[in-house]
Nanobody
Framework: QVQLVESGGGSVQAGDSLRLSCAASGRSFSSYVMGWFRQAPGKQREFVAG???????TYGDSVKGRFTLSRDNAKNTVYLQMNSLKPEDTAVYYCAARDAIFVKISMNEYGYWGQGTQVTVSS
């Protein structure tokens, strides 16, 4: 079991940066694949980024080159650095975890979810 709590969301202007954090409690954080998803109003939840146990990252096409995902196993935390934010990045961002080896882009592959943090980017 792992519990996830996101933080760091807020309202920014286009071109600004934000860093989201996801703190995990429970055992064996380092054994979990961690992911970030987002959901805008009226849209399906979308894969943003994922990081494997070993630190290998995968990104959604819409955020490649702008977002960077990292993990600190000593702090049981993952960080999503979001640069060059665009209005279309506006969404609720969710942290997720799966007890497996590989990153998956389907939300159905993740068994643990945080409650989400709102990111709003205005033009």
């Amino acid at each position: 079991q792992v519990q996830l709590v996101e933080s760091g969301g807020g309202s920014v202007q286009a071109g600004d940066s934000l860093r989201l954090s996801c703190a995990a409690s429970g055992r064996s954080f380092s054994s979990y694949v961690m992911g970030w998803f987002r959901q805008a109003p009226g849209k399906q939840r979308e894969f943003v980024a994922g990081i494997s146990r070993g630190g290998a990252t995968t990104y959604g096409d819409s955020v490649k080159g702008r977002f960077t995902l990292s993990r600190d196993n000593a702090k049981n935390t993952v960080y999503l650095q979001m640069n060059s934010l665009k209005p279309e990045d506006t969404a609720v961002y969710y942290c997720a975890a799966r007890d497996a080896i590989f990153v998956k882009i389907s939300m159905n592959e993740y068994g643990y979810w945080g409650q989400g943090t709102q990111v709003t980017v205005s033009s």
